[in-house]
RNA sequence: GGGGCGUUAGCUCAGAGGUAGAGCAUUCGGCUUUUAACCGACCGGUCGUAGGUUCGAUCCCUACACGCCCCA
């Protein structure tokens, strides 16, 4: 079919430009929809309205001597009546060889056929670019979800429902900023290579510096950064941008993800919870028009103000049978991860043992939006401690749908305190945690400055975006997902 | 890493231990208001790859590859 194909561009080759960029076009389908759509036929004739149109021919149904087409361009598509006895000599023999699939422009006039359907009537047609492979079927279209992400270009010709993905996530990532923007953050770039991968807890990817011949680290984070322009002043930061983190492949994660990291000076993590809570409703309203977003079959409304509790809180309302006054005891909580079939090391203190019953038995139970507060210092090397107890750091998580969407606090400015818990990671990391944080010394020289109280967050668009766009993949979301090399033969 | 499902024409999908099927697309013919246009004819395949069982495998078995889902 292909070969048919070539056959055809090879005859247009001979007669002339294959690939003309002369038509210029003068309106987009929707436009013109939104502008005639209502007219009545008589009412169009009378204001006689020419128009220049272009894009993909997604169908093709020819009559004998007159013919209607669909022409899809971004906005739309738009139809076209194609008459033989409106066009020069031979046009209309050439068009009936053309394929669906083909890159066409027509000029004419618009009318409405006898269904009311907005239509051009061509006086000029002429093809632009040939294509050479056929498309997928025209009533299924493309279901195959590896050719989905492989070839996204044939998945957006193919399917509205996945450029109305893609939609979404520029309006999502546009509201973000003009939500912060608003109040005077300063949107800017961080590096991607790092010498010292640092910010969370992560695997790195390595690559090397031919010309420096070193190790660098791609990001994990771009937090210990962003805090160190806080200490310069900046006050009101945020990045969006990609994070790359060396780990499985599943829905939720791909290797590479973007995040909206965000700090604010004299905020605390309360504020940015405030903050949180209002960036989703506004967005839910501007992106989807309300403020309830459908999931997967579940609801969510983000008109409502989202729940509050604890970590502890969680632990006990997602596992009645615990004892209370003993979740920092950590033989046991031993006992209960024993019970609850958790792997654990020696070198689990009671924190990391309560995050880890935590994941297990509460996160995927957080089914409406949740606020998750008070996180052990133990798992949180970059917190500050809470003024009271010191076990805990003034730290939350968001979840919907069971999933984690951002992660928060108050920022550890106490550059002592922040030593300190760089040796603890490093103590971690030679136990055999290569997940543990190295000691970043120019981030301690930063503090040391002096970094005003400050809260941050990262929040996770991908997931924000599956959210709502109702995707239950990472990958579409993603207009390129990682995928295992292709093999050509 | 473990488990489940899948891989058949360009696309969407049937199918059965004995010559490989449909619709759409392509090609040819017809048709000047179609809407997944319609009518007629033709064309289209290493049934994911490699082994094994069998007189015979695309079908059964094994391994592998790739994908999707679930679990860690």
């Given at each position: 079919m292909?070969?048919?194909?070539?056959?055809?561009?090879?005859?247009?080759?001979e007669t002339?430009?294959?690939?003309?960029?002369d038509?210029r076009?003068?309106?987009?389908?929707?436009?013109?929809?939104?502008?005639?759509?209502?007219?009545e036929?008589?009412?169009?004739?009378?204001?006689?309205?020419?128009?220049a149109?272009?894009?993909?021919?997604?169908?093709?149904?020819?009559?004998?001597?007159?013919?209607?087409?669909?022409?899809?361009d971004?906005?739309?598509?738009?139809?076209?009546?194609?008459?033989?006895?409106?066009?020069?000599?031979g046009?209309?023999a050439?068009?009936?060889?053309?394929?669906?699939?083909?890159?066409v422009?027509?000029?004419?006039?618009?009318f409405?056929?006898?269904t009311?359907?907005?239509?051009?009537r061509?006086?000029?047609?002429?093809?632009?670019?040939?294509?050479?492979?056929?498309?997928?079927?025209?009533?299924?279209?493309?279901?195959?979800?590896?050719?989905?992400?492989?070839?996204?270009?044939?998945?957006?010709?193919?399917?509205e429902?996945?450029r109305a993905?893609?939609?979404t996530?520029?309006?999502?990532?546009?509201?973000?900023?003009s939500?912060?923007?608003?109040?005077?953050?300063?949107?800017?770039e961080t590096?991607?290579?790092?010498?010292?991968?640092?910010?969370a807890?992560?695997?790195?990817?390595?690559?090397?510096?031919?010309?420096l011949d070193?190790?660098?680290?791609?990001?994990?984070?771009?937090?210990?950064n962003?805090?160190?322009?806080?200490?310069?002043?900046?006050?009101?930061?945020?990045?969006?941008n990609?994070?790359?983190?060396?780990?499985?492949?599943?829905?939720?994660?791909?290797p590479?993800?973007t995040?909206?990291e965000?700090y604010?000076?004299?905020?605390?993590?309360?504020?940015l919870?405030?903050?949180?809570?209002a960036?989703?409703?506004?967005?839910?309203e501007?992106?989807l028009?309300?403020?309830v977003?459908?999931y997967?079959?579940?609801?969510f409304?983000?008109?409502?103000?989202?729940?509050?509790?604890?970590?502890?809180e969680?632990?006990?309302?997602f596992n009645?049978?615990?004892?209370q006054?003993?979740?920092r005891?950590?033989?046991?909580?031993?006992?209960?991860?024993?019970?609850?079939?958790?792997?654990?090391?020696d070198?689990y203190?009671?924190g990391k043992?309560?995050?880890?019953?935590?994941?297990?038995?509460?996160?995927?139970?957080?089914?409406q939006?949740?606020?998750?507060?008070?996180?052990?210092?133990?798992?949180?090397?970059l917190?500050?401690k809470?003024?009271?107890?010191?076990?805990?750091t003034?730290?939350?998580?968001?979840?919907?749908?069971?999933?984690?969407i951002?992660?928060g606090?108050?920022?550890?400015?106490?550059?002592?305190?922040?030593a300190?818990?760089?040796?603890?990671?490093v103590?971690d990391?030679e136990?055999?945690d290569?997940?543990?944080m190295?000691?970043?010394?120019?981030?301690?020289?930063?503090?040391?400055?002096?970094?005003?109280?400050?809260a941050?967050?990262?929040?996770?668009?991908?997931?924000?975006?599956?959210?709502?766009?109702?995707?239950?993949?990472?990958?579409?979301?993603?207009l390129?997902?990682?995928?295992?090399?292709?093999?050509?033969?």
């Amino acid at each position: 079919m292909i070969a048919e194909r070539r056959r055809k561009l090879d005859e247009l080759r001979e007669t002339g430009n294959a690939y003309p960029n002369d038509f210029r076009r003068n309106a987009l389908a929707d436009e013109l929809h939104r502008m005639y759509g209502t007219q009545e036929n008589e009412a169009l004739e009378e204001l006689d309205v020419e128009v220049a149109v272009a894009g993909r021919m997604m169908a093709k149904r020819v009559m004998g001597k007159a013919s209607f087409i669909k022409l899809a361009d971004r906005s739309g598509q738009m139809q076209v009546r194609v008459e033989r006895d409106r066009l020069p000599d031979g046009v209309y023999a050439d068009f009936k060889k053309w394929d669906v699939g083909d890159i066409v422009a027509a000029r004419g006039k618009l009318f409405k056929t006898n269904t009311g359907e907005l239509t051009v009537r061509c006086d000029e047609l002429r093809l632009l670019t040939k294509s050479l492979r056929p498309l997928p079927e025209k009533f299924h279209g493309l279901s195959d979800q590896e050719v989905r992400y492989r070839q996204r270009y044939v998945d957006l010709i193919t399917n509205e429902s996945s450029r109305a993905v893609f939609r979404t996530r520029s309006a999502v990532v546009q509201y973000i900023r003009s939500f912060l923007d608003a109040q005077d953050f300063l949107e800017v770039e961080t590096p991607m290579m790092q010498t010292t991968p640092g910010g969370a807890i992560a695997r790195p990817f390595t690559t090397h510096h031919n010309a420096l011949d070193m190790e660098l680290y791609l990001r994990i984070a771009p937090e210990l950064n962003l805090k160190r322009l806080i200490v310069g002043g900046l006050e009101r930061v945020y990045e969006i941008n990609r994070n790359f983190r060396n780990e499985g492949v599943s829905t939720q994660h791909n290797p590479e993800f973007t995040m909206l990291e965000l700090y604010r000076a004299y905020a605390t993590y309360e504020d940015l919870i405030d903050m949180v809570e209002a960036l989703l409703r506004g967005m839910s309203e501007a992106v989807l028009g309300s403020t309830v977003v459908n999931y997967q079959g579940e609801k969510f409304d983000f008109g409502e103000k989202f729940a509050r509790m604890t970590v502890e809180e969680t632990i006990l309302k997602f596992n009645l049978e615990l004892d209370q006054s003993r979740l920092r005891d950590r033989d046991y909580l031993l006992e209960v991860c024993e019970k609850l079939d958790i792997p654990v090391k020696d070198s689990y203190g009671p924190g990391k043992l309560q995050i880890e019953i935590f994941e297990k038995t509460g996160e995927e139970n957080l089914r409406q939006p949740t606020f998750v507060t008070q996180y052990p210092t133990e798992v949180s090397p970059l917190s500050r401690k809470n003024d009271d107890d010191p076990f805990l750091t003034d730290r939350f998580e968001f979840f919907i749908a069971g999933r984690e969407i951002a992660n928060g606090f108050s920022e550890l400015n106490d550059s002592e305190d922040q030593a300190e818990r760089f040796r603890a990671q490093v103590a971690d990391r030679e136990a055999g945690d290569d997940e543990a944080m190295a000691f970043d010394h120019d981030y301690i020289r930063a503090l040391e400055y002096g970094m005003p109280p400050t809260a941050g967050i990262g929040v996770g668009i991908d997931r924000l975006v599956m959210l709502l766009t109702d995707s239950p993949s990472i990958r579409d979301v993603l207009l390129f997902p990682h995928m295992r090399p292709e093999v050509f033969d």
